[in-house]
Nanobody, 126 residues
Framework: QVQLVESGGGLVQPGGSLRLSCTASGFRLGYFAIGWFRQAPGKERERVSCISTRDGSTYYEESGKGRFTISRDNAKNTVYLQMNSLKPEDTAVYYC???????????????????WGQGTQVTVSS
């Protein structure tokens, strides 16, 4: 059974850091692009970053450039999202998902992804 499980969320003060993990089971990384998305209350789900687990190429949306770093450890079947300098507007549920039929990051909208995890809550507040 293909499954992604996110972890690492929590409550952090503005300016703080968190590292999210996305662990895959039922398939091996190394052949897919994995995206991190977030969804804040009342807002649409948006992509924040993506990585090709095939060659490690990465993509960042403007919201995370310079603050977020995506990486992968294929041996652990896990993709990470290191988030630094967090802001209150980063508060959201964060999800990871597999881009459909793609080795490399190309799609940015949710319908281009599948096997969504259950999400992990990130709250940035003082």
């Amino acid at each position: 059974q293909v499954q992604l499980v996110e972890s690492g969320g929590g409550l952090v003060q503005p300016g703080g850091s968190l590292r999210l993990s996305c662990t895959a089971s039922g398939f091996r990384l190394g052949y897919f692009a994995i995206g991190w998305f977030r969804q804040a209350p009342g807002k649409e789900r948006e992509r924040v970053s993506c990585i090709s687990t095939r060659d490690g190429s990465t993509y960042y949306e403007e919201s995370g450039k310079g603050r977020f770093t995506i990486s992968r450890d294929n041996a652990k079947n896990t993709v990470y999202l290191q988030m630094n300098s967090l802001k209150p507007e980063d508060t959201a549920v964060y999800y990871c998902a597999v881009q459909k039929n793609a080795y490399y990051c190309s799609g940015s909208v949710p319908w281009e992804y599948e096997y969504w995890g259950q999400g992990t809550q990130v709250t940035v507040s003082s």
